[in-house]
């Protein structure tokens, strides 16, 4: 009897020891440690965090939070530019005559309807029919990047018409850090 619960207590030390070591090598970093990014720029917080934060929705969080830029959004299987989504470039158009420091990534989205290679080419096609727009409105090219995430990066991961509207869209993301004038 004495082995085997000697053997119980050896092998619930080492179920222990197991949790402890895989609880300390998962933890994550404690808020306000600075980071290396891959600019050579030190960022607060968990590297990977800020690039998901940065490359996925709501990629410039002041801008977001404060509603300056707006997403120029697409009717079904669509890149071409109705009269609201000119007016959204119009407003975005104005707030980046108004901030002359920010660039922006024009990222291209699109429903989960269709294969990933299709969405990724569509959502290609409506971000650059709003890099196009731009430019003829007098937007220099220095200031704009051109992305698709296709189906990859939903607004809202619903399944339902009114999800896929939200969906189909171009957002306009960082560039780079900026600061927003109002």
């Known amino acids: ?10 092998c619930f030390l080492m179920i222990i020891m197991s949790a402890i070591f895989l609880s300390v090598g998962c933890s994550s970093k404690k808020s306000g ?16 965090a800020r690039q998901d934060s940065r490359f996925g929705e709501g990629s410039i969080p002041m801008a977001e939070e404060d509603g300056i ?33 920010l660039s922006v990534r024009l990222e291209g989205h699109c429903d989960e309807r269709g294969t990933a290679q299709y969405n990724l080419a569509l959502g290609q096609k409506r971000a650059r029919a709003v890099y196009d727009m731009l430019l003829s409105l007098g937007v220099s090219p220095a200031r704009l ?15 339902n018409e009114m999800a896929w ?7 306009f993301g960082s560039a780079g850090g900026v600061q927003i004038n109002r």
Do not use: C, W
């Not at 004495?2 to 053997?7: A, Q």
């Not at 959004?73 to 109705?82: A, E, W």
């Not at 990047?145 to 399944?159: F, R, T, W």
């Open 165 to 171: 509207a939200k969906n189909r869209r171009v957002h």
């Open 69 to 101: 830029f707006r997403n120029v959004h697409f009717g079904f299987d669509s890149s071409t530019l109705d009269d609201r989504a000119r007016q959204e470039i119009e407003y975005n158009r104005q707030v980046l005559e108004s901030n002359p420091g």
């Open 1 to 10: 009897m004495k082995l085997k619960v000697g053997r119980i207590n050896h």
């Open 33 to 48: 440690e600075m980071t290396p990014g891959q600019d050579g720029e030190f960022y607060e917080g968990d590297l990977n």
């Open 145 to 159: 990047e051109v992305i698709s995430y296709g189906a990859e990066v939903p607004l809202d991961p619903a399944s």
